[in-house]
């Protein structure tokens, strides 16, 4: 049977606009960097301000993180699976609190989220809290995809990808469009394209 699991951060929720946003705000880039994490990140490190963006992203995925958007078809995607009843879950590799900045619940600010993009809603995903799981480290995100039986798995990492047992199918999804074709999993540039990656009709 199949049971598919989902990254969360950079997977199913898009920080592109957002980082740009509120970096903006703080004055911490020129107005012409481009809307997306990366950019803000790489200039940010070229100026040799590391620590910024370290306190940039624990404000981005907390206390800010509702005012980010969720990758376009997303819920469409998942809702089409949802009406065919495969087996979903998240599994997020997430530090419960920032590095750097006001101290904040990053697990309690991605659920809430969740929550209003309508993952727990009767009308909505109909999701459980049990199938949302935050772990502190990348090796125990892995154990607990693994835990949970997952044949398939979508993420925005590699590096995750490949730690993974080769029986997971496994899916690199990249926002932007550009997917490493020297890879040999399978790649989603967008998300209308998951159910035939998964094989379904």
Known sequence: MMRLGLDFDNTLISYDRLFRKVALEQGLIPEQTPPQKNAVRDYLRRQ????????LQGEVYGDRILEAEPFPGMRAALDALSSRRVPMCIVSHKTRTPYRGAPCDLHAAARSWLSQQGFHDADG?????????????????????VALGCTHYVDDLPEILAMLPDGVDKVLFSGNGEVPSRLAWKRMSSWDQLPALLGLP
């Not at 040799?48 to 306190?55: A, I, K, P």
């Open 125 to 145: 995903l109909a999701w459980s809290q049990d199938q949302v799981h935050f772990e502190p480290t990348k090796e125990a995100k892995v154990a607990r995809i």
């Open 48 to 55: 040799d301000r590391e620590e910024e963006w370290t306190r």
